[in-house]
């Protein structure tokens, strides 16, 4: 009588209790819970300062549209930073224009900022009609995924403002 | 290598009214002071350059403030327009008010 088990009645038990044992021990759902705590934690990382440099020592800062006109007859600095970096703590950093380099009408400074690092401002850099060209290279740290902007001053005391998006991987600051 | 020495490359020989480019590595922890040592998990106070100054034959002709994030050996590379055969000297200031020079003759034909 025991054994007078019928088809379907089978079917049902052992379906039951295949889905009990994936389901149960549980294992799954925990490392379902790690993602989550994984997500969360990425999503912790400060939102990208999306605003500009305003003034400099009282002085305004205009910016361009980078597709105008008038951006590409200022001559303003191309900037090149890599499109991801690797490593934050060593950042290769190159701003280099065509501006020419004559007294009464040459580029005197590059202010850099960011505004995700602890301190936003990164350097300046000074130059002269000495130079006789304006570019800079050198390696910045930066923190989180951000935007660099480079503030490009001229000798008559106009400043002129440029920005470059940058991911990280691992930040250095 | 000690801290704070500088290395400058030049070219070997450059023509009058040309314009050559300047490269200079230093040796400097350049450290921003919100690290923690992970040994001890005490902070390591804040070492750095805060500015160069290079002259060419005297003159000042290019400058750079350095705030904290400026990396590690802070590199730097700019032009420069040969005038006559001068020292191209850098110097630079840390806030330890420790002071590192170098000098480089620049050889003009």
């Known amino acids: 009588m025991g054994n007078n088990v019928s088809r379907r009645d089978f079917m049902k038990k052992t379906a039951a209790a295949a889905a009990l044992i994936l389901a149960g021990p549980a294992a799954g759902v925990l490392d379902a819970q790690n993602v989550f705590a994984a997500a969360k934690k990425k999503a912790s990382v400060a939102p990208i300062v999306k605003s500009d440099v305003k003034e400099i020592e009282g002085k305004k800062v205009i910016w361009l549209a980078e597709n105008s006109p008038e951006y590409k007859k200022m001559m303003l600095p191309k900037i090149n930073l890599p499109l991801i970096a690797q490593n934050g703590g060593l950042v290769p950093l190159t701003i280099d224009s065509k501006h020419p380099m004559k007294k009464g009408n040459y580029i005197k400074a590059f202010h850099v900022y960011d505004f995700n690092n602890p301190v936003s401002k990164v350097a300046t850099f000074n130059l002269t009609p000495e130079n006789g060209k304006a570019y800079i290279s050198s390696r910045i740290k930066i923190q989180q995924d951000s935007y660099v902007q480079v503030v490009t001053e001229f000798s008559d005391g106009k400043m002129f403002g440029g920005k470059k998006y940058i991911k990280v991987t691992v930040g250095g600051c | ?109």
């Open chain 2, 1 to 109: 290598m000690k801290i704070g020495s500088i290395m400058v490359r030049v070219p070997r020989k450059v023509k009058k009214g040309e314009i050559f480019k300047v490269m200079s590595i230093t040796k400097h922890p350049m450290d921003t002071g919100l690290v923690k040592n992970p040994k001890t998990g005490k902070i390591i106070p804040m070492w750095i350059i805060n500015k160069v100054d290079i002259y060419y034959d005297k003159k000042l002709v290019t400058s750079c403030d350095y705030g904290i994030a400026v990396s590690a050996n802070p590199f730097l590379a700019f032009y420069l327009k040969a005038d006559k055969k001068a020292p191209l000297e850098f110097v630079m200031y840390d806030t330890r008010h420790n002071i590192y020079k170098k000098k480089v003759m620049i050889n003009v034909e």
